[in-house]
């Protein structure tokens, strides 16, 4: 079993930042590759960005250049450093866990088999 659990949500005025953390707990010697999805209301859940454990990363173009996704393998920590944030940004996040070690086999939320609950962001205009 592996549990997955975010922190660092909440509301935020545009261009203002949030770092999101994700602790990883169980059996995390299943996990390889982490991501960071988000889900606004009405619309599909898409990938903000990926990083495999040696430390590759892949982006989705509405956020590169402001958005960084980075782990400590030690401690089993996943984070998302978010700034410049727009109203646009506003959704559901989550804290994903895959058993893949290749960045381009983590694009799609079916490649990963873990999942967090989500914490909320809110960006006011």
């Known amino acids: 079993q592996v549990q997955l659990v975010e922190s660092g949500g909440g509301l935020v005025q545009a261009g203002g930042s949030l770092r999101l953390s994700c602790a990883a707990s169980?059996?995390?010697?299943?996990?390889?590759?982490m991501g960071w999805y988000r889900q606004a209301p009405g619309k599909e859940r898409e990938l903000v960005a990926a990083?495999?454990?040696?430390?590759?990363?892949n982006y989705a173009d509405s956020v590169k250049g402001r958005f960084t996704i980075a782990r400590d393998n030690a401690k089993n920590m996943l984070y998302l450093q978010m700034n410049s944030l727009k109203p646009e940004d506003t959704a559901v996040y989550y804290c994903?866990?895959?058993?893949?070690?290749?960045?381009?086999?983590?694009?799609?939320?079916?490649?990963?088999?873990?999942w967090g609950q989500g914490t909320q962001v809110t960006v006011s205009s």
């Open positions: 990083i495999t454990s040696g430390g590759s990363t």
């Open positions: 169980g059996d995390t010697i299943c996990i390889s590759a």
């Open positions: 994903a866990g895959s058993p893949e070690t290749s960045i381009s086999y983590v694009r799609s939320p079916r490649d990963y088999a873990y």
